[in-house]
């Protein structure tokens, strides 16, 4: 089969397209015929090595797996050993960012993970629903109306979908983001907007009641000043050291009112499933900028590490 494969960490020119074995499905496994996946941020985390974290799930010193691409649409082809609830021809869903493949014609995943892709979804919009959908949804939970909140990062796949929900939560929202996507943020909702190349949020003299943060470049004192009294900062990534220290810093700013602290989003089937129902509602729609073949990943990767994406790209293999 045709897939994009990585054997050493670095950029986009690690990245091959290659003939490889058809992958045989392992316990708890269905194989599928992949339809669509998604390009996450995440993807590029596990290409370069950076963060410290993506070597720990990974591979400390070269990549465990060699394929790429974990926001999977595809049709059942194979069950594994022991798979029960569903069967060969079920269109399914789902993130797979522990085990990834997507970016070749078959892969193996976790049926625990799955779930069966609604109808009313196509295979792109589905593709781009698991994971960033979900941080979307998660960062944006118990959002109460009036909140004023900023989004670091709001021109991805996730935060455009964040600012859709913080929106419709009743928030007033700032999305940052680099001047490319400053007026269609802007066209997309956003209240005020922040050219981060420019201005540093922190330094404004603003307070916001809750601030998504993508990637994490600031130390907890910067963050503070940034929150309102009872407000709250969470980051999606970012460097491990810096995360270390606003881990750290929580306990002492918790005593002054305000929480510092990471994402933990829950993953697995529960939360692909309310997504996608949200989908179907129209309660959350992705920004697809482009659907690109296999031979693109190599590109859309190094645009998404770049940051130059506005919402999803999705590849078709």
């Not at 049709?75 to 990834?100: A, C, N, S, Y």
């Not at 881990?247 to 990471?262: I, T």
Request: proline residues 6%.
């Amino acid at each position: 089969m045709k897939a994009i494969v990585h054997h050493r960490y670095g950029g986009p020119d690690e990245l091959a397209l290659a003939d490889i074995p058809v992958p045989e499905p392992g316990k708890g496994e269905v194989r599928v015929r992949v339809l669509a996946c998604a390009v996450n941020l995440s993807d590029w985390e596990y290409l370069t090595g950076s963060p410290f974290y993506a070597r720990m799930v990974g591979g400390l010193r070269r990549p465990k797996r060699s394929v790429l691409g974990s926001d999977i649409v595809g049709v059942i082809d194979r069950l594994g050993p022991g798979v029960t609830g569903f069967e060969p021809g079920q269109r399914i869903m789902g993130d797979f960012v522990m085990t990834r493949g997507g970016f070749a014609e078959y892969a193996c995943v976790s049926a625990d993970h799955m779930i069966e892709a609604p109808d009313d979804l196509s295979d792109e919009v589905a593709a781009c629903l698991p994971q960033a959908g979900g941080i979307a949804v998660w960062g944006t939970r118990d959002l109460a109306a009036g909140a004023n909140v900023l989004i670091n990062g709001a021109g991805g796949g996730s935060g455009t979908m964040a600012l859709q929900l913080a929106k419709a939560a009743g928030a007033w929202v700032t999305a940052v983001d680099n001047k490319g996507k400053i007026g269609w943020l802007s066209s997309l909702g956003a209240d005020a907007v922040i050219d981060f190349r420019e201005t540093d949020f922190t330094e404004t003299g603003e307070r916001w009641d809750r601030v998504l943060d993508m990637v994490a470049t600031r130390g907890p004192a910067r963050i503070a000043r940034a929150l309102a009294p009872g407000g709250s900062y969470r980051a999606v990534g970012g460097e491990v050291g810096v995360l270390l220290s606003l881990l750290s810093a929580n306990p002492l700013y918790r005593l002054r009112d305000k929480s510092l602290g990471m994402l933990l989003v829950p993953s697995g089937r529960d939360l692909t499933a309310r997504v996608a129902r949200m989908a179907v509602e129209g309660r959350i729609v992705p920004h697809l900028e482009d659907v690109l073949p296999l031979s693109a990943v190599p590109d859309a990767l190094r645009r998404t590490g770049a940051g130059e994406v506005r919402g999803k790209l999705v590849i078709l293999p």
